[in-house]
């Protein structure tokens, strides 16, 4: 590879990051057209390695491009939204009705550490990550490791609605409540308690932003 391709490549490596990170942060709403000047003055980059970086980020399921109209972030149906979230709390409840005794909890833990620190920094895209993670940690305690892939598909789906949430939920609610909802669950999973962690389940506010 060339210097000068070298150079290109990075540049799209650079406008996937910076978009990838609004879009999954919340910074920027499913629907949201992608405006090729505005986009190429703001990451100063030149309109081939910003078309190359919204190829790959389309390819990812998260720019969809509608003909005659431009890029956009992707967006799902509310009946889609509301769908995956059923399956997501299906799985759930799988999981911890099925989960054997003395799991290690260590990735929860650590999920958990990482909601903590990404909350204190105030950083969108690590807690958004964090979110997801936890969760997927909860349901691989289950040790179902098809369950578990399956439910993290589920949930690359919906991460754009629920970092939309969690914005939305910032600007009415304390940036610890969300800290303390996912320390419940885990005390919950800690004691083992299946109808404990449901209740924490269901009390998770998950679908309380949807509305868009």
Known sequence: MSDGELAAYSLVELAVDRLRRDILSGRTDPGERLVEEQLTKRLGISRAPLREAMRLLAEQGLVEHIPRRGARVATLS???????????DILERH????????ADLAGLRSALDVIRAATDQDDRLELANAHR????????????????AL???????????????????????????????????????????????LTALSAHGARTYLTR
């Open 95 to 102: 999981a911890v009705t099925s989960r054997p005794t003395g």
């Open 133 to 148: 993670r936890f969760h997927v940690e909860v349901v691989a305690l289950s040790g179902n490791r098809q369950l578990t």
């Open 151 to 197: 439910y993290e598909t589920v949930l690359v789906k919906i991460q754009l609605y629920m970092a939309v949430n969690m914005r939305r939920e910032a600007e009415v609610a304390r940036a610890e409540d969300g800290v303390l909802r996912h320390e419940r669950l885990f005390a919950a999973v800690e004691r083992g308690d299946a109808t404990e962690i």
């Open 78 to 88: 509310d009946a889609d939204v509301g769908e995956l979230y059923e399956i997501r």
